[in-house]
């Protein structure tokens, strides 16, 4: 049974979290995630996730299922969900190591290929309408913030 405002702690009641930077980035991610989703299911059959991680795997940032874990900060079972169902639309297929048979790397398929070069316009598409009105210099100083952050929370992609 959820507590009517007035027996909150006032902690709880005093929280802005329409002012919380963490919770409008989150905010933000989901927006976007919710707009490619919109388009890579229309245009091709797949979640923005799905278009992300085979993107991902089809430039050569990640090869591995661990790697994809890694980047997206998510479980290694969900990522190999994920490959699963890639995997079972012909997008991708592992393929043994020949120097340690205990990797698995992942490869586009050529239908993948072609899913993968269609992406950079759907992700483009989707940023360009988030940024309207803001000028170059505002990118640019967006960019950098959000870099800053990923640096000062440690995170690799800061590099």
């Given at each position: 049974m959820t507590k009517p405002p007035s027996q909150l702690p006032?902690?709880?009641?005093?929280?802005?979290?329409?002012?919380s930077v963490g919770y409008l980035i989150a905010r933000a991610k989901s927006s976007l995630s919710n707009l490619v989703t919109q388009r890579t299911l229309g245009e091709l059959g797949i979640t923005s996730t799905q278009a992300s991680m085979l993107f991902m795997i089809a430039s050569g940032r990640c090869?591995?299922?661990?790697?994809?874990?890694?980047?997206?900060?998510?479980?290694?079972?969900?990522?190999?969900?994920?490959?699963?169902r890639l995997e079972k639309r012909n997008l991708l297929s592992r393929v043994r190591s020949s120097e340690d048979r205990r990797?698995?790397?992942?490869?586009?398929?050529?239908?993948?290929?072609?899913?993968?070069?269609?992406?950079?316009?759907?992700?483009?598409?989707?940023v360009d309408k988030a940024l309207a009105g803001f000028t170059p210099e505002e990118v640019g100083f967006l960019k950098n913030m959000l870099r800053?952050?990923?640096a000062n929370t440690g995170d690799p992609a800061a590099d």
């Open positions: 006032p902690e709880v009641c005093s929280y802005q979290v329409d002012e090869s591995l299922a661990a790697e994809l874990a890694r980047d997206y900060g998510i479980d290694a079972s969900a990522v190999t969900r994920l490959i699963d990797a698995v790397h992942l490869a586009v398929t050529e239908e993948g290929r072609e899913l993968a070069a269609r992406m950079p316009e759907i992700f483009g598409g989707v800053r952050i990923l």
